[in-house]
């Protein structure tokens, strides 16, 4: 198998795009790196071309509030996306002031979804990270794992395109997945048990290849092409 040429992280949450960027040594910035993103919802993100006015368009950022009256958690309503990093908080509630912070958010967004946008070229192969939501209200359903592939696709039309998913609730035969056993005393915080993720990734054939090429999956329990379902699209 050819190395991958980018490594994208797609959520769940932040420990994803921590260990993704640690172990593979990027720093560039995507869409939802910090978001705490419900499968669903980044499907319908995504076809809508990681637009940030929708985003961050006013009446679909909704705050909830805590038994306190603090506010507990800032959210789009449309996406289902909670913006746990995007605004200022105090004292463990977001600011009262947030939507002064809006704007803000809103450009940092812009220029990471640019950076999505400019992978989509010939010649680029493309990892694609989700760490599944493994239940809950949350959980990544079947159905959305089966369409995750096929939208991929519809967004990248030029670049050949791969994706796994970290310890997915249920098998989805067009994906790779993969198996992070953390341990119970490191499963709290962003950081997660990052021994367990880089003996993951490492285990499974994707080296942790730093300053340029990123991966290949080509050895240690993946096949050196990927199954016909999730065959790189071009």
Known sequence: MEPYSD????????????????????????????????LGGLLGAIDAGM?????????????????????SNIRNDRFGFHHIHDFPSVGGSFAEDWRDH???????????????????????????????????RFVDRAEDLAALMPTLRRAFRYAEIDAVIVNAPVPEPRLRHLRVSERPEYM????????????????????????????????GGHEATAPAETSPAR
């Open 51 to 71: 637009d940030p006015d929708l985003v961050y368009r006013s009446e679909n950022l909704v705050a909830d509030h805590g038994p306190d009256g603090r506010i």
């Open 188 to 219: 709290v915080g962003y950081q997660g048990d990052e021994e367990a993720w880089s003996a993951a990734f490492e285990g499974a054939g994707y080296r942790s290849l730093r300053h340029g090429t990123l991966a290949d999956g080509a050895s």
């Open 102 to 136: 809006v704007k803000k958010a809103r450009d940092r967004f812009a220029h990471a979804a640019s950076n999505w946008v400019g992978l989509d070229r010939p010649g680029r192969r493309i990892l694609f990270v989700r760490y599944a939501i493994p239940g809950g």
């Open 7 to 38: 490594v994208v992280p797609l959520g769940s949450n932040c420990k994803n795009t921590h260990n993704v960027r640690r172990v593979f040594g990027f720093s560039t910035a995507f869409p939802i790196d910090w978001f705490i993103s419900p």
